[in-house]
């Protein structure tokens, strides 16, 4: 129940020869909330260990476009990696978290809100914004295959929110 793509990493990497070197992408084709079924079953297909699973996902409770990389945890009340947890048998895999906004400081918001925001589209500002900060996150996720975890956490957790004012006014 997903997309995939399947590619084989190149020399250099140092993890071409683990695993046969093979780097997969799925994409599910699910409600959000039934994503777990997907990852879980290309986790099987694959024979893809938790450690080695990086599940990207969008998070309100980030201000737009702030990036969070995690070792595992809780689902943070994110339906998502609820049912990702619950059909992997733990929570302790790799996440990125990348945020959407929807409850900055001072707006407190029920779920029915949060939902209508999730779904609604992103404003010109808001789309200018995000073409760079999707591009970090590519970069993110390709420097957790390259150089591991704890790299790519202490590399793309410490732009924060300083670094995201930066961008957003251009300079």
């Not at 201000?63 to 969070?68: A, H, Q, S, T, Y």
């Not at 918001?109 to 925001?117: I, S």
Request: charged share 25%.
């Amino acid at each position: 129940k997903g997309e995939f793509a399947s590619v084989r990493l190149p020399a250099g990497t140092g993890k071409e020869d683990e695993e046969n070197g093979r780097l997969v992408l799925a994409k599910p084709q699910t409600f959000m909330n039934l994503s777990g079924e997907t990852v879980a079953g290309f986790a099987v297909y694959f024979k893809i260990l938790l450690p080695d699973i990086l599940v990207v996902v969008d998070d309100v409770a980030l201000p737009l476009g702030v990036l969070r990389l995690r070792r595992g945890g809780s689902d943070g009340g994110h339906n998502g990696l609820k049912d990702v947890s619950l059909r992997l048998g733990s929570h302790f895999y790799p996440r990125l978290r990348v945020g959407v906004g929807g409850r900055e400081e001072g707006e407190p918001r029920v779920a029915e809100d949060l939902v209508g925001h999730v779904l609604s589209r992103f404003s010109a500002a808001e789309e200018q914004l995000l073409q760079g900060r999707l591009a970090l996150a590519a970069d993110a996720c390709l420097c957790w295959v390259h150089d591991g975890l704890e790299a790519a956490m202490n590399k793309y957790n410490a732009r924060d929110k300083q670094t995201l004012e930066q961008e957003r006014k251009g300079e």
